[in-house]
């Protein structure tokens, strides 16, 4: 497995406000495809979570998927896992896993799973008024491409909240996507969904409410 020191270690070790310098963290990252074949030669990157998402560390995976990473433990207790865009996979992000989540100064994410853009399109939501009623949420759920892995997420902003509002995402091709909606009319308000079917082409779908 290759292995990544930290970035400009002694640089963060001098920052005594964000880093610990005398405790060392292990983030073990497998990346693989949707099929559990191996992803080579793509850069992960490790930041803290803390004080504006510092870059913490980034290397490529080996042969095998693998990457690791010793790094210097942050005060602020929050790391996050970063792929960027390739010309063959969508991004991914896993985001907020904790001091408290290492077991013996080691976390292993196995496998972080990246999606392959030709197994993927788009799907646009248009909102379409058509009554006097006001749209205050919509999401959509089964069928979308997960590119976010939230290990703690703030309960305050999970997609099921009432002012979830997103109309553009990554879904799989040939599926249909359920797409839930939040209306209010004269102070009432109902949740309705609806589906939308995507093939091999981007989809923008008219959301009439």
Same mark, same amino acid.
Request: glycine share 6%; with cysteine; proline share 4%.
């Given at each position: 497995?290759?292995?990544?020191?930290?970035l400009l270690s002694?640089?963060?070790? %001098?920052?005594?406000?964000?880093?610990?310098?005398? +405790?060392?963290?292990?983030?073990?990252?497998?990346?693989?495809?949707?099929?559990?074949? &191996?992803?080579? =030669?793509?850069?992960?990157?490790?930041? !803290?979570?803390?004080?504006?998402?510092?870059? $913490?560390?980034?290397?490529?995976?080996? !042969?095998?998927?693998?990457?690791?990473?010793?790094?210097?433990? !942050?005060? %602020?207790?929050?790391?996050?896992?970063? $792929?960027?865009?390739?010309?063959? /996979?969508? &991004?991914?992000?896993?985001? =907020?896993?904790?001091?408290?989540?290492?077991?013996?100064? #080691? /976390?292993? $994410?196995? &496998?972080?799973?990246?999606?392959?853009?030709?197994?993927? +399109?788009?799907?646009q939501i248009v909102?379409?008024?058509?009554?006097?009623?006001?749209?205050?949420?919509?999401?959509?759920?089964?069928?979308?491409?997960? +590119?976010?892995?939230?290990?703690? &997420?703030?309960?305050?902003?999970?997609?099921?909240?009432?002012?979830?509002?997103?109309?553009?995402?990554?879904?799989?091709?040939?599926? #249909?996507?359920?797409?839930?909606?939040?209306?209010?009319?004269? %102070?009432?308000?109902?949740?309705?969904?609806?589906?939308?079917v995507v093939g091999?082409?981007?989809?923008?779908? !008219?959301?009439?409410?």
């Open positions: 497995m290759r292995t990544a020191i930290a002694i640089l963060l070790l %001098g920052c005594d406000h964000d880093f610990e310098g005398g +405790t060392r963290f292990v983030t073990e990252v497998t990346v693989a495809q949707q099929n559990g074949a &191996p992803v080579q =030669d793509v850069e992960v990157n490790l930041r !803290s979570d803390f004080n504006g998402g510092s870059l $913490i560390s980034f290397d490529d995976t080996d !042969s095998e998927g693998n990457v690791e990473f010793v790094f210097p433990k !942050s005060k %602020g207790g929050n790391y996050s896992i970063s $792929i960027d865009e390739t010309d063959v /996979y969508l &991004p991914m992000k896993f985001t =907020d896993f904790q001091n408290a989540d290492f077991v013996n100064y #080691t /976390y292993s $994410i196995n &496998p972080l799973v990246l999606y392959r853009k030709d197994e993927a +399109t788009i799907l909102p379409n008024r058509v009554s006097d009623a006001n749209l205050l949420s919509v999401r959509a759920t089964v069928g979308t491409v997960p +590119t976010v892995i939230d290990l703690h &997420p703030d309960e305050e902003n999970l997609p099921d909240g009432d002012y979830f509002f997103k109309t553009r995402y990554d879904v799989f091709q040939n599926v #249909t996507v359920e797409i839930h909606y939040l209306v209010e009319e004269n %102070g009432v308000i109902t949740e309705l969904t609806t589906n939308a091999t082409e981007p989809v923008t779908f !008219s959301l009439s409410y």
